[in-house]
């Protein structure tokens, strides 16, 4: 008996490379600053990260979907 084909839409799907690492703060600074950067694996797209909203909004503009994260960076 054939094998049904699933009329299901292939996945999307996006890979990232994310490295972070904390720094000694500034005198400006009253805790250690996490630092880092985030890479879009299919377009080698880089960005540069001074805080962890930058992930969020690098993740935000990548998805394609403002509804994904909500302002606070949580997932919904």
């Known amino acids: ?3 049904a084909l699933s ?5 999307e799907y996006a890979s990232f ?3 972070l690492w904390r720094e ?3 005198e400006s600074e009253a ?3 996490w630092r880092g950067e985030i890479v879009h694996l299919q377009s080698d797209e880089r960005r540069a990260l001074d ?3 930058t992930l969020v909004a690098f993740l935000r503009e990548q ?10 960076g ?3």
């Open 1 to 3: 008996m054939p094998k």
């Open 7 to 11: 009329m299901n839409p292939p996945v």
């Open 17 to 19: 490379l994310i490295r």
């Open 24 to 26: 000694p703060p500034t």
């Open 31 to 33: 805790i250690d600053p």
């Open 51 to 53: 805080d962890l909203g």
């Open 63 to 72: 998805s394609g979907d403002e509804h994904l994260l909500s302002a606070a």
């Open 74 to 76: 949580r997932v919904k």
